[in-house]
């Protein structure tokens, strides 16, 4: 796949098929969209072109970042894990369009004159039943087929039960994410939730009850972190050598009160300094929720019952 950055460096393909969206998440919603954008550009003998946008649109034209309701806006994915599985999903090019204020302005005219015919070449367009687009979300499938002609472009639109049949929404999965419901959020992604970080220093007491521990600060801030628990998880490392792990996310209130949340993993069979390094977690299953123990013991005891269930569940 061939990813540019910059709409001046994309080359002009002249028999294109388009889709455009946020994608956020690739769920099995966008992925029906993919597919499609995939069997018509096979059958035109033209390649296929996602546009996206990146920073997230609210961002943007959202109030300022210390707003409740921004800080309330969590990402699916990273623009890499965007990136990662666009490319797994057979896209000959992806368009990341710098998404600003000016561009915010542009009009439903300007943005199919400008972005979709000057620069891409588009000649056929696939785009899901709830597509907008232009200042103010003024564009859409109706006025796109009401043009059509004067554009030269044809214009698919995938039905809505075609993509609510699979009972799917990134704002679906976020919830399911936030409740610690790992299981539905898998299912309407296609794929095991993922959240990378780098390794920093913790308190290293992981070490002395024999269950030491990395401590992961997420590489994007706005990566939704899913709820307070235990989980389940694959572990990746930089040398892209994959583990068996139980991570704990919450604030460890059998070590003090008041403490602030971090995301702990421990990699089972696993043993080597792991600092400075990218970590990525595939979530599989939520195990428990977190609880005060009784002292390090009791801690301890139960550290090793989530081994077990840890295995069980990646089994």
């Not at 994915?77 to 000959?92: C, H, M, P, Q, Y």
């Not at 620069?119 to 006025?143: M, P, S």
């Not at 998880?233 to 403490?259: C, E, F, K, N």
Request: zero cysteines; charged letters at 20%; proline letters at 6%.
């Amino acid at each position: 796949m061939h990813v540019i950055r910059d709409p001046a460096q994309f080359p002009f393909l002249a028999n294109a098929v388009v889709t455009s969206g946020t994608f956020d998440g690739v769920h099995v919603g966008h992925q029906r969209i993919l597919a499609r954008l995939r069997e018509v550009a096979q059958a035109r003998g033209g390649p296929s072109v996602v546009i996206t946008y990146w920073p997230h649109p609210r961002l943007v034209l959202g109030p300022p970042l210390s707003h409740p309701e921004l800080l309330a806006l969590q990402l699916l994915n990273t623009l890499e894990e965007r990136i990662a599985k666009l490319a797994k999903f057979g896209v000959d090019y992806l368009l990341i369009v710098p998404f600003t204020r000016e561009f915010a302005q542009w009009t439903s005219e300007e943005y199919i004159q400008q972005l979709l015919l000057k620069t891409v070449g588009a000649k056929q367009l696939v785009i899901g039943y709830d597509h907008r687009f232009g200042k103010n979300r003024e564009g859409g499938f109706d006025y796109l087929t009401q043009h059509a002609d004067r554009y030269g472009l044809t214009v698919e639109e995938i039905p809505r039960e075609d993509v609510d049949a699979v009972g799917v929404s990134s704002t679906r999965i976020r919830q399911a994410l936030r409740q610690g419901d790992i299981a539905t959020a898998n299912r309407y992604l296609g794929y095991q939730y993922p959240l990378s970080g780098v390794v920093v220093p913790g308190q290293q007491l992981g070490r002395t009850i024999g269950y030491p521990t990395a401590n992961l600060a997420p590489a994007e801030p706005l990566k939704l972190v899913p709820a307070r628990g235990i989980y389940a998880v694959w572990a990746t490392t930089a040398a892209g050598t994959r583990h068996p792990a139980m991570l704990s996310i919450g604030v460890r209130p059998t070590i003090g009160d008041d403490l602030a949340q971090t995301i702990e993993v421990n990699l089972l069979d696993f043993s080597g300094d792991l600092y400075n390094q990218v970590l990525t977690l595939e979530f599989v299953a939520w195990l428990r929720a977190e609880e005060k123990y009784d002292g390090l013991e009791a801690l301890t005891a139960q550290l090793a019952r989530d081994a077990e269930a840890t295995r069980a569940a990646l089994a």
